[in-house]
């Protein structure tokens, strides 16, 4: 008698306290941070995390980022739309101006991630499924090429004229890769990059630089659709 909100409240605390909020939050979580379908072993752990600190979603993170589930999750999570966006935009180094907003907000609005236009209580899709299909995949390529060529209205990079020239197709490539996708290529996916690039010429000798200016931002677009770029 005589209580009002606290009835609420009082719910929310028995409700926070059941291990199954414990185990149902703390998949989520995984699922973010590790793969869309997380291994039980790590789920258990920061559910067991949940409970000992009261619900600390910090401690949580914490023992799920310490994991080794964790440090093994390399290419197991899709980019959404808007991680893709962003991080092709920090990885090419963009200066943007006010009218890169609409082209950007159709972008997103195309690839189905508008922010906060997702009309139930439960937040975007974190599953591979809901992002992979041919006409996502066919939006993301098309960004790329225009993000590779510098071709986004109000957005600007100077990553690939800042290159030095005379690169051999060798050195572009494996110059692009390290600062684009931050990883080593596969053998044969270098090999044929490098062919690509050097157009019949040596791949260990200096490209014209009519020939590197043409090609670096093709290998850039390249780089940033493949499945490189596209898991994290």
Not at 64 to 78: C, G, M, N, Q, R
Not at 87 to 111: E, K, N
Not at 165 to 183: E, I, M, Y
Request: with cysteine; proline share 7%.
């Amino acid at each position: 008698a005589g209580r009002g909100i606290e009835d609420g409240e009082q719910v929310l605390d028995i409700l926070a306290s059941q291990a199954s909020t414990a185990n149902f939050i703390s998949r989520k979580l995984c699922r973010r941070f590790i793969a869309d379908d997380p291994p039980a072993s790590v789920v258990a752990v920061a559910a067991a995390a949940f409970r000992a600190n009261g619900g600390d979603i910090r401690g949580v993170l914490g023992t799920i980022l310490k994991s080794p589930e964790f440090a093994a999750a390399l290419d197991t999570k899709v980019k959404r739309p808007l991680e893709f966006i962003c991080a092709a935009m920090r990885t090419l180094i963009v200066s943007y101006t006010a009218q890169a907003a609409d082209p950007l907000r159709f972008a997103l609005y195309s690839m189905g991630q508008l922010p906060f236009f997702w009309r139930a209580p439960d937040g975007y899709p974190d599953l591979a499924q809901a992002w992979v299909n041919s006409n996502n995949l066919l939006l993301r390529w098309n960004l790329a090429t225009a993000f590779g060529y510098n071709k986004m209205p109000g957005l600007g990079s100077t990553l690939l004229s800042k290159l030095p020239s005379g690169l051999t197709p060798t050195a572009l490539v494996d110059q692009l890769a390290n600062q684009l996708l931050h990883r080593p290529l596969d053998a044969g996916d270098r090999t044929a990059l490098i062919n690509y690039a050097a157009q019949g010429l040596s791949p260990s000798k200096p490209m014209p630089s009519s020939l590197q200016k043409a090609m670096a931002p093709e290998l850039a677009s390249l780089m940033l659709a493949s499945p490189y770029f596209q898991w994290r």
